[in-house]
């Protein structure tokens, strides 16, 4: 495996694998990563992973400074899963200069996530257009925890007409439904027992909504009730349309609910999708 810094060495890496699989994360790898790359390898000749932890997509208040960087053991994880190429720039190297060009993704950029992060989808969309052109692949692989990334990306990518397919992998759960993410190791033991309660409250609302429920509104308050008696700040939980996130007309089939809430000082997102016959 080889692990690269420069976008120079990178392109001279890959002028012997055209035929590449990228997944592009920022690093304090956990088995959803790994289960991304599990499904690159079959793919391509050439597994490439990105691992950079982009300032464009955190706001002022974030946690940019105190995201886990972890690039040894992430190497030696991506390693044993067979990765055979890992792009770790430092910031100079993505950005030498201020990035003054961006990606502006549409209305969908500020709904949902991006109501609370204002111009976080502008800094995932911005950063991942300049991984696609550092490394030219032909397939990218992301994760459904973060439902609205991969919509704003899926549609980036049909819009201007990128040749790459986006694949979209679906959650990876620790045993008691939680999902999996780089966040939960800021969680103390006593969250992370409270943690699933945001899973299977979703389940909950998925089942209500297979039966039948057609006030929207009511089950996301449920919701919302019952994290906030637990100890949370939900964020928004929020049922809509799998394939735009608008608000659902009645009779919609294809639904998705997602939800972002504080436990803590952790904010855990998560989502699942529902299909009514
Ligand atoms: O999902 C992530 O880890 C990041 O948003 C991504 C896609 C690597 C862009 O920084």
């Known amino acids: 495996m080889d692990i690269i810094h420069s976008v120079a060495a990178l392109r001279e890496r ?5 035929n590449n699989v990228f997944v592009p994360t920022m690093g304090n790898l956990h088995a959803g990563h790994i289960q991304l790359i599990n499904i690159a390898k079959p793919r391509a000749a050439c597994t490439v992973v990105s691992i950079f932890v982009n300032r464009l997509q955190f706001g002022p208040r974030e946690d940019f400074d105190k995201y886990p960087r972890t690039l040894t053991a992430d190497c030696a994880k991506l390693e044993a899963a067979g990765v055979d190429v890992v792009f770790a720039p430092d910031e100079g190297e993505i950005y030498p200069e201020p ?36 490394v030219n692949p ?3 692989i992301f994760g459904k ?7 704003v990306l899926n549609n980036m990518v049909r819009q201007l007409a990128l040749p790459i397919e986006i694949i979209l992998a679906e959650t990876v759960r620790a045993e008691d439904g939680l ?59 929020a049922v809509r349309r799998q394939s735009d996130l608008l608000p659902p007309e009645n009779g919609e089939r294809k639904l998705v609910v997602l939800a972002a809430a504080r436990l803590g000082k952790t904010r855990l997102i998560d989502n699942v999708e529902v299909e009514r016959g």
């Open 99 to 134: 990035q003054t060009y961006t990606v502006e993704p549409p209305d969908i950029q500020h709904t949902l996530d991006g109501a609370v992060r204002p111009g976080h989808f502008r800094g995932v969309a911005t950063v991942v257009l300049k991984l696609f052109n550092m």
């Open 145 to 151: 925890k973060d439902y609205q990334q991969c919509l």
């Open 14 to 18: 890959l002028q012997r694998e055209p």
């Open 179 to 237: 999902a999996l993410s780089s966040r939960n190791t800021y969680l103390s033991l006593e969250e992370r027992k409270e943690a699933p309660r945001l899973y299977q409250l979703l389940q909950k609302a998925r089942e209500e909504l297979k039966s039948g429920a057609r006030d929207y509104q009511r089950v996301e308050l449920d919701v919302m009730a019952d994290l906030a008696h637990h100890g949370w700040k939900p964020d928004y939980i």
């Open 138 to 140: 032909h397939s990218a």
